[in-house]
């Protein structure tokens, strides 16, 4: 049998998980929530939306800003944002469980950047 792109879209989309938009959210609020307090602090300009998906499937979160380490005067700028790809990262995933924790993870990683971290550098942290 030969694979063509639309039979192995739908392959995909027959193992990833359905989750409803608010329950989404919910996932990604618990996983903003288990940031410890001296870290959430410094986020008060920092908004965390969710979208389908990026620029590519392979995207599963994205920061847009400044980060902290790199400000000089910061007053009256914009937010920086964060965006959840909940469609990326359901595609990924087979269960809820899966989703949470890929949800917790992408928001990890997502905040590392805010604060300056690198891909390169949270990669070597697991993140």
Not at 64 to 77: C, E, F, I, N
């Amino acid at each position: 049998m030969e694979l063509t792109s639309t039979t192995l879209e739908r392959a995909t989309l027959e193992k990833m998980v359905s989750i409803p938009r608010d329950r989404f959210e919910q996932l990604v609020a618990d996983a903003l929530d288990s940031i410890p307090t001296e870290l959430g602090d410094k986020m008060a300009n920092v908004a965390v939306m969710v979208e389908d998906q990026g620029d590519t499937d392979n995207i599963l979160g994205l920061y847009q800003g400044v980060p902290l380490t790199k400000r000089g005067s910061y007053a009256g700028a914009f937010p920086d944002r964060i965006t959840i790809y909940q469609d990326s990262i359901c595609r990924r995933c087979q269960t809820e469980e899966q989703v949470a924790v890929a949800v917790r993870e992408t928001i990890i990683h997502e905040v590392g950047h805010h604060f300056g971290i690198s891909d390169e550098r949270l990669r070597e942290l697991g993140w």
